[in-house]
T-cell receptor
Framework: GENVEQHPSTLSVQEGDSAVIKCTYSDSASNYFPWYKQELGKRPQLIIDIRSNVGEKKDQRIAVTLNKTAKHFSLHITETQPEDSAVYFCAASREGAQKLVFGQGTRLTINP | NAGVTQTPKFQVLKTGQSMTLQCAQDMNHEYMSWYRQDPGMGLRLIHYSVGAGITDQGEVPNGYNVSRSTTEDFPLRLLSAAPSQTSVYFC????????????FGEGSRLTVL
């Protein structure tokens, strides 16, 4: 089955700098890749997703890139702000699948 | 809309006890699922359902039972709790199964002594 590896497990950046979180997946048939943000004590919420027919997707300060050949995708956050501090999860699923497999999570801390 | 509602928010059990975590959604989603969250392990799928009367196993189903008698409700049962089941449990629903946005409940923190 699908396996998703996420790195790093923790990331600390200065406010205003950029943050990058990377995920690799094992199933070459996977073609849906969402990212979820979980603030402390809260539920995970979808922040952005990408399907394999595109290589990049942007939404204001966040972007996701996908490299299908290498089977990895990344979350990019620019001009980081204190409210970006959270745990971020990547995930992957394949066409027709009902299982969304998550990575281990990255705890992002934005230092003022 | 309330979205996805889970109860209880906190529960302490003794080893061997049974309990049911309740999950209800009011978005008319056919797909519902249960995840557990453990430090360093991410979110792991326990069981899921694609509609009333249909359930299937996820990555870590052992020790848990589910049923889906209505579109709205998807309870998770622990028949004989073990310390390894200490975790935070999230129920989630989606209009597009594992390929659409998952709407999560607030979570249920379970401690098994």
């Amino acid at each position: 089955g699908e396996n998703v590896e996420q790195h790093p497990s923790t990331l600390s950046v200065q406010e205003g700098d950029s943050a990058v979180i990377k995920c690799t997946y094992s199933d070459s048939a996977s073609n849906y890749f969402p990212w979820y943000k979980q603030e402390l004590g809260k539920r995970p919420q979808l922040i952005i997703d990408i399907r394999s027919n595109v290589g990049e997707k942007k939404d204001q300060r966040i972007a996701v890139t996908l490299n299908k050949t290498a089977k990895h995708f990344s979350l990019h956050i620019t001009e980081t702000q204190p409210e970006d501090s959270a745990v971020y999860f990547c995930a992957a699923s394949r066409e027709g699948a009902q299982k969304l497999v998550f990575g281990q999570g990255t705890r992002l801390t934005i230092n003022p | 809309n309330a979205g996805v509602t889970q109860t209880p928010k906190f529960q302490v059990l003794k080893t061997g006890q049974s309990m049911t975590l309740q999950c209800a959604q009011d978005m008319n989603h056919e797909y519902m699922s249960w995840y557990r969250q453990d430090p360093g392990m991410g979110l792991r799928l326990i069981h899921y359902s694609v509609g009333a009367g249909i359930t299937d196993q996820g990555e870590v189903p052992n020790g848990y039972n589910v049923s889906r008698s209505t579109t709205e409700d998807f309870p998770l049962r622990l028949l004989s709790a073990a310390p390894s089941q200490t975790s935070v449990y999230f129920c989630a629903s989606s209009w597009r199964g594992g390929r659409g946005e998952l709407f999560f409940g607030e979570g249920s923190r379970l401690t098994v002594l």
